[in-house]
């Protein structure tokens, strides 16, 4: 986040370098197979699409349809599109095992929804308000990005007294956001009823802003959402979450470990439903 003082300070994040060079290597070689394999006709993935565009951009020195720009763009959705989705899932399940009631009040619904005898599928999701409730109330607690991404202002602006000059970083607390007790009734507590009204239908909150907000929100919130309710429904339908470890309020909540928070370590079963 700030390079320009983070490499002169010792410490395990030194090491970060090397690991996105061997990631970037990692990629580099799906590259090439993909480059091998190449058929403009028929793309299968994100990489043949960005390559069949930087064919067609080969002239324009300006594009941004580049071997460097591909790389690191894949990178970026490997990422985002992994990181933040598994530390989810990894508090959503510690969360679940730490409250058997929700579980059941889960499993009941998916019962009634969906059964046994079929796959869960995202139309699901509308006809499901307490699934719905628990899977925004995982990621409000669990707050896997409470500094968001940096940003910059684009002009001078004036904001609540304080002049901010064109060009200036701004980080953005989302941590502030979905804490904000005038909108969170308990919110340091685990509690899926910040997401469903009087009648128990799914409610929508303000405050809830896990994918920031604006034009630089989130590009994969509407992917993140559908696989955060895929995987937990589907898990939910098939097992019971157990663990021989007792857990406390506080080893539920989430740990600060530099750039994201995530889960303690734990150990659960998945028991045959």
């Known amino acids: 986040m700030i390079p320009e003082i983070m490499d002169y300070v010792p410490g395990p994040h030194q090491r970060i370098n090397k690991l996105l060079q061997n990631l970037l290597d990692f990629v580099s070689e799906r590259v090439k197979i993909n480059q091998e394999t ?19 951009e080969g002239q324009n020195p300006s594009s941004e349809f580049n071997t460097k720009s591909l790389l690191l763009t894949v990178l970026q959705l490997f990422f985002a599109g992994t990181e933040t989705v598994s530390s989810t899932l990894r508090h959503g399940l ?14 009941h619904e998916i019962d009634e929804v969906i059964g046994v005898n079929r796959r869960p599928n ?51 607390m989302l941590y502030c956001a979905l804490r904000d007790p005038s909108h969170f009734k308990t919110p340091h507590m685990f509690n899926p009823g910040h997401f469903l009204d009087e009648n128990g239908s799914f409610k929508k909150q303000d405050a809830f802003i896990p994918f920031s907000t604006g034009k630089r929100v989130c590009a994969g919130e509407g992917l993140a959402k559908m696989e955060l309710f895929l995987f937990f429904t589907t898990i939910l339908q098939n097992f019971k979450l157990t663990s021989k470890m007792k857990f406390t309020d506080a080893d539920i909540s989430p740990k ?16 045959p439903r």
């Open 38 to 56: 190449l058929d403009p006709s028929d793309p299968r993935d994100y990489i043949d699409c960005f390559l069949i565009k930087m064919k067609q």
């Open 94 to 107: 510690l969360i679940l095992v730490h409250y058997p009631e929700i579980q059941d009040k889960l499993h």
């Open 122 to 172: 995202i139309e699901d999701r509308s006809k499901m308000p307490y699934m719905d409730a628990v899977i925004h109330e995982i990621q409000r607690f669990s707050d896997v990005l409470p500094l968001n991404l940096p940003h910059a202002s684009q002009q001078d602006i004036k904001f609540k007294g304080y002049n901010i000059p064109k060009g200036t970083d701004v980080y953005p």
């Open 256 to 271: 600060m470990t530099g750039f994201s928070n995530i889960p303690i370590p734990y150990e659960l079963s998945f028991v």
